[in-house]
């Protein structure tokens, strides 16, 4: 595939729309998204040959690698992301009113991408990819802690910022 356009664009079709979320994720903005999964597909199709094929779902696993990892090399090279340790914040945590039966999607996913970035890149690879603190701060290279202050810090943006858009709350 390395060299053969058709099964490139077949792959980049594929996985793009996919990619495409992933990295808005991390990114919040269209254009340093689409700069991103430039990187990105320029890597995976420079390294095709290093994936591992490990059953059903290797590709997709190894893509979204790549793309997280070009998210997160994006953002430290531009110095967007500014971690701050507040062990404090581990231990207390903001809980939602109960009882909630629907969350309104579309206003979760403006929450985060409002979210400060620090706080929105440690929540996305932990509450949605899945890694662990230790993980996150290999990653990232911040201590444990500082990964979960932030999540701790994104889930109490998180949140704070729904409590105000329910309507039985309006922000009281």
Not at 88 to 117: Q, Y
Request: charged share 30%; hydrophobic share 40%.
């Amino acid at each position: 595939m390395k060299k053969d356009p058709v099964a490139q664009r077949s792959l980049f079709d594929k996985y793009y729309l996919r990619t495409y979320r992933i990295a808005m994720r991390y990114l919040g903005n269209h254009h340093d998204t689409e700069d991103v999964l430039s990187m990105a597909y320029t890597r995976i199709f420079r390294r095709i040959q290093q994936l591992e094929y490990r059953g059903e779902g290797s590709l997709l696993k190894w893509v979204t690698t790549i793309v997280i990892h070009e998210a997160l090399r994006f953002l430290e090279n531009k110095k967007q992301v500014i971690f701050q340790e507040d062990e404090s914040l581990l231990m207390k945590s903001a809980a939602l009113p109960a009882p909630i039966d629907v969350l309104d999607l579309e206003e979760v996913a403006r929450v985060l991408d409002d979210m400060p970035k620090g706080y929105r890149t440690v929540f996305n690879l932990f509450a949605i990819e899945g890694y662990s603190h230790k993980e996150i701060a290999d990653m990232l290279q911040i201590s444990e802690n500082t990964s979960k202050s932030q999540l701790s810090k994104a889930r109490n943006y998180m949140i704070q910022k729904l409590k105000n858009t329910m309507p039985c709350h309006n922000g009281k």
